[in-house]
């Protein structure tokens, strides 16, 4: 039975006292973000000199456009099983790409030997591409204007660098974390894993835009695993991958110590709760499962490229048509949603984009009305848009630049509810805490999400845990029942490293900010009926 009416959120305790120190002292502290440099490594590669042959090479043969990228993607990641490591595995990615327009057609093309001689050759390949094709071309290719911004470098706010720290104090640090859920009877197994990515990013383009970025990022995850008569489940940190360094882990920026002390005994009340009866319950959902729903039925929706049906063929369209912007009521007077490429610590932010636009916030929903789009300069062109809102990306130099999702964030209420609050205004419902399963349909517009913890509310009260439970709802009408969002002390910055999109595969690193929020009359179902056990 759930023996507390308190909310554990990790992280959200009150924030510290204020006093005179110095602005050194409080950085040796975390207080302030450390400066840092663009790994050395990296910058002694011979950028200008290969970007400047390559785009060289392609105005000689007549590119009405072209930009030069290199990258060096450094990432590891480690995983234990009971305490005993079972992965390790670093790579390094490094090479460089040329992507041109010639003819109205995209060409693009990318190599590994890092010499002016095959930067240029690399151009060569890239101009080829574009001739080629151009006879089944059909859409002339042209790209929204952008002013040249010149030599710029952006680093990400973080204050460790995890590649400066020795992989076995990591190790060792999720395995004392595991031993601590091992030690509690109630735990049968515990799982850990740390994913860490170093992202260097050189860009040049023929309009004088030259770009040196950096960003750093982290995602670390416990997993408590109990078994009772022959039936297991899990219990899982709600900790989000963040665009931070290793102090995510170590710098008191998240409280471990709390959550791994909660976790064995949140899995035992899972473990005995009883199954939920279905219908409609008003909910509360927790920004840690939220974020998931907000990526799937707002990020995906509002990407422009899948609303004109450019990703049709493998991930599908959107409900979200350009017909309807403007006219649409998404949801609630209460839902204002932003794409943001600025947000500090997160996981698609960054100063400019791969085509070179420096990086916005901007509108998706402004009071409940869909209002804008996520774009990049080809399909900001297409739409009559005067620019791009930066939202350019590839995972790595052997990938040409897809319009990919900004930070989309669902905004808090300036001095709005506490999770508590929200809870008190329930007299039968659910709260859902943490993301688990979940399924969308190709429109972005039936969907349905599941969870990792949920609490029977009782006349404005938890009164215990409840399993297999689902919401299912249409994107529009799910929204459209959101009556509350709460305070900004509710706010969490939640999300993934590895989206999805196009063909071939690319993955992008995004996060999503919300509060809770109140939904009425939300369909619940219990997930072990519908799978027919």
Known sequence: MWRSHKIYRPGLSRPRARHDATAEARRERGRLPRVHEIDPAFTALPLRALADAALARARELGAEHADFRLERIRSQTLRLHDAALQTALDADDLGLSVRVVKNGTWGFAAGIDLTTGEAAAVAERAVEVAEVAAAVNREPIELAAEPSHGERTWISAYEIDPFDVPTGEKVELLAEWSRRLLADARVDHADAALLQVRENKFYADATGTVTTQQRVRVHPVLEAV????????????????????????????????????????????????????????????????????????????????????????????????????????????????????????????????????????????????????????????????????????????????????????????????????????????????????????????????????????????????????????????????????????????????????????????????????????????????????
């Open 226 to 533: 109990g078994i009772v008569d022959g039936v297991f489940d899990t219990m899982r940190t709600l900790a989000p991958p963040v665009g931070r360094g290793y102090e995510w882990l170590t710098g008191g920026r998240w409280d471990w110590d709390g959550e791994l002390a909660a976790l064995p005994e949140l899995l035992a009340e899972k473990l005995a709760a009883p199954s939920v009866e279905p219908g409609a319950y008003d909910v509360v959902i927790d920004p840690s499962n939220l974020w998931l729903t907000i990526h799937e039925s707002i990020g995906h929706a509002t990407e422009l490229d899948r609303a004109l049906g450019y990703e049709a063929a493998y991930a599908g369209t959107s409900f979200a048509t350009p017909d309807l912007l403007g006219t649409l009521r998404y949801g609630s007077p209460v839902m204002n949603v932003t794409g943001d490429r600025t947000a500090e610590h997160g996981l698609a932010t960054i100063g400019y984009d791969d085509e070179g636009v420096q990086t916005q916030a901007f509108d998706i929903v402004t009071d409940g009305m869909f209002t804008g789009y996520q774009l990049d300069r080809r399909i900001a062109q297409v739409t009559g848009r005067a620019r791009s809102n930066g939202c350019a990306f590839a995972d790595s130099a052997m990938s040409m630049p897809l319009q990919r999702m900004a930070n989309v964030s669902l905004r808090p209420a300036p001095g709005g509810p506490s999770t508590e609050e929200l809870i008190a205004g329930v007299e039968r419902g659910v709260y859902i805490v943490g993301d688990k399963s979940w399924s969308i349909d190709m429109q972005r517009h039936n969907f349905q999400f599941t969870g990792q913890r949920f609490f029977r509310i009782e006349n404005g009260r938890l009164a215990g845990q409840l399993r297999d439970v689902a919401y299912q709802a249409v994107t529009t009408d799910f929204w459209n029942s959101m009556e509350a969002v709460g305070g900004p002390q509710t706010y969490v910055l939640g999300g993934a490293f590895n989206c999805g999109k196009g063909q071939p595969g690319q993955v992008a690193p995004v996060s999503h900010g919300c509060p809770s929020a109140l939904f009425r009359g939300v369909n619940i179902l219990n997930a072990l009926k519908e799978a027919g056990r």
